[in-house]
């Protein structure tokens, strides 16, 4: 079975960093492109940064400069490093993954969905 597994959030202050982290168990992530995306209360989901089979990455440009996301294969695991963290990134974190490695930040390119991570900046 397929599964993605988000962890790393958590309730940080304006200008910290967090370290989130997405497992993947059921098949090979090195041949899969994965994203990280966010909801907040009242809003679509949105990508943040995604990462092709190559290791190249893609940011939205509200995180640029902020977000890194990195992979460790041997791990089968993805990360989103985040620093510089400001109120209006507090949201629901996820993690997901396709075959189809076109519009890497549109949550309608993928189709595998971890349960996601609670991310909280206070002011």
């Known amino acids: 079975q397929v599964q993605l597994a988000e962890s790393g959030g958590g309730s940080v202050q304006s200008g910290g960093s967090l370290r989130l982290s997405c497992a993947v168990s059921g098949y090979t992530s090195s041949s899969v492109c994965m994203g990280w995306f966010r909801q907040a209360p009242g809003k679509e989901r949105e990508g943040v940064a995604a990462?092709?089979?190559?290791?190249?990455?893609s940011y939205a440009d509200s995180v640029k400069g902020r977000f890194t996301i990195s992979q460790d294969n041997a791990k089968n695991t993805r990360y989103l490093e985040m620093n510089s963290l400001k109120p209006e990134d507090t949201a629901m974190y996820y993690c997901?993954?396709?075959?189809?490695?076109?519009?890497?930040?549109?949550?309608?390119?993928?189709?595998?969905w971890g349960q996601g991570t609670q991310v909280t900046v206070s002011s």
């Open positions: 990462i092709d089979f190559n290791g190249r990455p």
């Open positions: 997901a993954a396709t075959y189809r490695c076109l519009q890497l930040l549109s949550r309608y390119e993928y189709h595998l």
